[in-house]
């Protein structure tokens, strides 16, 4: 049983958790959510990106920049296949 690297990071986690769970967000958002330095989720949500696992729209809001996140499909899959290794891990577990 292998758990993917990308998606087992305790931050990461975090981020396809909360980007499952609320389909896209802004960074401020995660930001507050997840209680983690600017710097530290940007290195986080690029690593992501470069995978292919989350999509990241640009566009400005009241003369703002916004930057939104959500999972592609592949990030989705990602983090469902994790949930079931975690699952099959802990029903090993009972046997």
């Not at 958002?29 to 290195?43: H, K």
Request: glycine share 4%; net charge negative; proline share 2%.
């Amino acid at each position: 049983m292998e758990f993917d690297k990308l998606v087992h990071q305790p931050t990461r986690l975090q981020l396809f958790s909360y980007l499952y769970r609320h389909e896209e967000s802004t960074f401020s958002e995660l930001q507050e959510a997840l209680d983690v330095t600017e710097g530290n989720l940007s290195s986080h949500l690029q690593t992501m990106e470069e995978a292919d696992a989350i999509a990241v729209e640009k566009q400005f809001v009241d003369r703002r920049p916004q930057t939104t996140y959500e999972l592609t499909d592949e990030g989705r899959s990602k983090f469902e296949e994790h949930v079931e290794t975690l699952e099959a891990l802990l029903g090993a577990l009972e046997d």
